[in-house]
């Protein structure tokens, strides 16, 4: 049985949550273009030091401001201690 490999995008954008706003590197499982307003929502992850990686966790909520202008909601779903990467899930 074959599954669909999803694309992968990467990039630099702006990270904001409770107390932070800051660059990070961040990566987005899915095609970007067919997010679209409501339910859908793709998973990635952000990668910045491991304090702040633990910060955006513990805060459970967040915004990401893309370089190209675009802006999602994020939720944070996971994190190890010492870790440097937070997963996420993005909806606009």
Sequence with gaps: MRTK????TT???E????GFAGQVAWRIDGDVEKLRRGAV??????TTT???ARDAFKAGEGLLAL??????RLTMLGH???SD???????I
Aim: proline share 3%; glycine share 14%.
């Design 85 to 91: 990467e937070v997963f996420v899930e993005l909806r």
């Design 67 to 72: 370089e190209t202008g675009e802006r999602y």
């Design 80 to 82: 190890t201690d010492g």
């Design 50 to 52: 491991a304090d702040i």
């Design 15 to 18: 990270l904001k949550f409770s």
């Design 41 to 46: 929502r793709l998973r990635g992850a952000i």
């Design 11 to 13: 990039g630099v954008g």
């Design 5 to 8: 490999t999803l694309p992968v």
